[in-house]
């Protein structure tokens, strides 16, 4: 039989071959469909939320993102349901299709000028439905390809599935930069941005194709020729204490820490470069996707790796090594992206002195919230400008003021103004803080000149390693872990709680971290402790599986 060599050690055949390639372009495609809206986050935000204020605006938009995320756990139990019962491949075939159709149509939603709050409620529902076929891919991809690999090689097999998330995002990261070069920026931020979204229509066409040429997977048809499969998987994945207690664990020591250090890598980076740094774009995509050519071999290399070694240990390091570099890393990504923000930082630093009672929570979810107080005005107008600063508390009922290194201006009560009277005080105290930042050295935009882009890339490869080291095992680890009569049920929801919920939100969580506090650095404590704390769950209570026979 013919073999295409993988290493020297071992071959994948090409039965097999064709099984990893057709789970895994679908996946592939279905991926970029889910991340063309992160990466066009703060885009979407400004065509479907613009009757927020603008630091609302974007969260908001991440928010839409996180949607998504947060319904996922709910498809991995309906569809997940169905794959146990009738069979992996035809209930992937449904979640694409949902999938495919989902994205086009957001390329074809009237913007929020156009019909005003309909738009985003259109847009949040069908982020919904994106959500809820992607809570049922990828568990029906991982057991189908595990299922068809021959013992001591599924870390292998499986690994290239983890690679499709990478992949998409890069064909997703592609696709915008090919659109935004060739219409131009303002026409890609006009309307161009549709096109990527179009696009899925002929992505879906080819994935829909791919996954009809699959047949089942041979472990489920024998399991159900011998009718030894579920009648009731819900019942027994999650009505059970042995199986349930199981998959609290897989959540807690293994998926939400691996979601965590994947998001924090690659999206919460790409955020970080564009809204903290202020680094263009363009460039910015450009970067990360350098990274990932780098680092997406190593999916397979961890993959192929923990068949030998195991799964666990390969998973917890990458997690504790995250954890315990992650500061230092997007410190280096402020030295070598915009260093004059990191040189103004430490000779003149801000500092907003404000009665901390008058200081809120500036997210503003419908869009009718006035932020007046003096305490929120100055930090909204440095939130705006992405500067980092402190907090000092003064005295109650006192003025807010900014500081920057020995310059005070004074911020305004408005409260009692009407709407052009605010604006007009906004813009004014807008421009007279502007001079003084650029006074003491704050740019408004990362300087291309100073930019130390091989560095930057060297840092993200680094981050990105870290993903590889957390995804390309976890999925042989859940396949192992769950009998086959329920494993696309019980392995479906701790990986989409823990990508869904824990993963999904790091870009917002970090992000409204950074605006509460005004430290650019501040958001990275939710991975860092999210992923420390699955690192001595994972260590302590659950078992390496690497060995197991999953027939059974």
């Keep these: 039989m013919a073999t295409t060599a993988v290493d020297t050690r071992g071959s994948i055949d090409t039965s097999h071959r064709r099984v990893i390639l057709a789970s895994s372009l679908g996946t592939v495609f279905e991926w970029y469909d889910f991340y063309l809206y992160g990466s066009l986050a703060a885009l979407i935000g400004k065509h479907f939320f613009s009757g927020l204020n603008e630091t609302s605006q974007f969260i908001f938009a991440l928010l839409a993102f996180a949607a998504g995320f947060a319904v996922r756990p709910f498809g991995a139990i309906v569809f997940g349901r169905l794959g146990d019962m009738i069979g992996r491949k035809y209930t992937f075939l449904i979640t694409i299709v949902i999938m495919g159709s989902s994205t086009f149509l957001v390329g074809v939603l009237p913007g929020y000028a156009k019909v005003g709050v309909i738009a985003p409620v259109l847009l949040i529902t069908l982020r919904l439905l994106q959500g809820l076929a992607l809570g049922g891919e990828y568990g029906g991809a991982a057991t189908y390809v595990a299922e068809h690999a021959p013992q001591g090689k599924r870390g292998l097999y499986t690994s290239f599935i983890q690679i499709t998330a990478t992949f998409g995002l890069f064909l997703s990261l592609l696709v915008i930069l090919g659109t935004r070069l060739g219409l131009g920026t303002e026409n890609f931020e006009s309307w161009g941005w549709r096109i990527p979204f179009l696009v899925s229509l002929l992505l879906l066409i080819v994935s829909v194709y791919i996954r009809m040429q699959l047949s089942e997977s041979p472990v489920f048809q024998q399991m159900k020729a011998e009718g030894k499969h579920s009648k009731a998987p819900l019942t027994e994945a999650f009505g059970q204490w042995s199986n349930l207690k199981l998959v609290i664990l897989a959540l807690l020591g293994a998926t939400a820490g691996q979601a965590v250090v994947w998001y924090t890598g690659q999206f919460y980076a790409l955020y970080f470069l564009t809204q903290s740094l202020r680094i263009d774009g363009t460039t910015a995509n450009l970067l990360i996707a350098a990274a990932l050519v780098i680092g997406t071999p190593f999916f397979v290399v961890f993959g192929w790796l923990s068949d030998r070694v195991g799964r666990k240990s390969i998973v917890l390091a990458g997690c504790l090594l995250a954890a315990l570099t992650y500061f230092p890393i997007f410190k280096g990504l402020t030295h070598y992206g915009n260093p004059a923000i990191e040189q103004a930082a430490a000779t003149s630093p801000v500092s907003v002195v404000a009665d901390p009672r008058a200081c809120s929570f500036q997210f503003d979810p419908v869009g009718k919230s006035r932020f007046t107080s003096s305490c929120d005005v100055a930090k909204s107008a440095l939130a705006k400008r992405g500067i980092p600063y402190s907090n000092v508390a003064a005295e109650r009922g006192s003025v807010a ?152």
């Design 401 to 552: 003021e900014v500081r920057i290194g020995e310059v005070t201006i004074a911020s305004f009560e408005g409260g009692s103004l009407d709407s052009k009277a605010f604006a007009e005080q906004s813009k004014a105290f807008g421009a007279q803080l502007g001079a003084a930042l650029k006074k003491a050295g704050y740019p408004e935009k990362a300087d291309p000149e100073q930019t130390n882009n091989v560095m930057l890339v060297v840092l993200l490869a680094i981050l990105v390693l870290y993903v590889t080291m957390v995804y390309g095992p976890i999925a042989a680890w859940l396949v192992e872990m769950f009998p086959t009569r329920i494993r696309y049920t019980s392995m479906s929801l701790p990986y989409h709680i823990g990508n869904g919920w824990f993963g999904g939100f790091v870009p917002t969580i970090g992000f409204m971290l950074v605006a509460w506090k005004g430290d650019i650095y501040y958001g990275l404590w939710y991975p860092i402790i999210v992923a420390i704390g699955t690192f001595f769950i994972g260590l302590l209570f659950l078992r390496e599986t690497k060995d197991v026979d999953i027939r059974h």
